[in-house]
């Protein structure tokens, strides 16, 4: 498992719930069945600009210590978050079934809440006119480009 995990949360939210010391779940768990995470913060912007554009309102991400999750982690083909489909957000057309095709990415899945306690930092999401993500403040150029943790 990779040493962090990423999560974007709406900054509204997540400073509720940890202002009330309330388990933060996203507003789409009950229907996933998860929280969405990932090990390799390169995709957040594509991943925000797929799901969350017409989203009001400041986000961030949130750095996690995989080591201090309490909640079961499964990594799993990308899914739907809410009703929004996960197709083509990685690459755009739809993967062919072909024995020559490269394996489909899996993704950190969290059977839980997220724990206060595993949060290493919180980065602001800049995000432009129309409302698409432009930015991570904070994330090292080198994971931004691309650079996954091992």
């Not at 995990?5 to 069945?33: F, I, N, R």
């Not at 090990?39 to 080591?67: C, K, Q, R």
């Amino acid at each position: 498992m990779a040493q962090h995990l990423y999560h974007m949360v709406e900054a509204a939210q997540w400073k509720s719930c940890k202002a009330q010391g309330t388990p933060y779940y996203p507003p789409t768990y009950e229907a996933d069945g998860f929280t969405h995470l990932t090990a390799d913060p390169a995709l957040l912007l594509t991943v925000a600009n797929h799901f969350y554009t017409s989203s009001v309102g400041d986000w961030i991400v949130l750095v996690l210590d995989a080591s201090e999750l309490t909640a079961e982690v499964k990594y799993e083909p990308a899914a739907p978050v809410g009703n929004i489909s996960s197709t083509g957000v990685l690459g755009g057309a739809q993967r062919q079934e072909a024995a020559e095709a490269p394996p489909e990415p899996l993704f950190p899945h969290l059977y839980g809440s997220i724990d206060f306690a595993a949060v290493r930092q919180e980065l602001p999401m800049q995000r432009g006119l129309t409302g698409s993500f432009l930015s991570i403040e904070g994330l090292p150029a080198a994971l931004a480009d691309g650079a996954s943790n091992p």
